[in-house]
């Protein structure tokens, strides 16, 4: 999604990150090859899996469970 984002902005002409800025969410570490390099929301993919997968465990065995927050980071790009 975020590659397709960038070629249909440079097909209208726009420049980034002069004119339009883009953040993608969990931008695959290949995609840090494309210049401009991508500004990324990271996620704690394995551990949001894994919480997933114990949340889902304690509901079908009728336990409660718990809201969660997990922390994020941003890896700057040249994109923002």
Known sequence: ?????????????????QRLRIVGYDVDSVLRLIRPTFTTVVQPLEQMTSLA????????????VDSVTLPVRLVTGETA
Do not use: F, K, M, S
């Open 1 to 17: 999604l975020t590659t397709g984002v960038l070629q249909a902005v440079r097909h209208l002409g726009l420049d980034v990150p």
């Open 53 to 64: 997968v114990e949340n889902l465990l304690r509901l079908i065995d009728g336990e409660d």
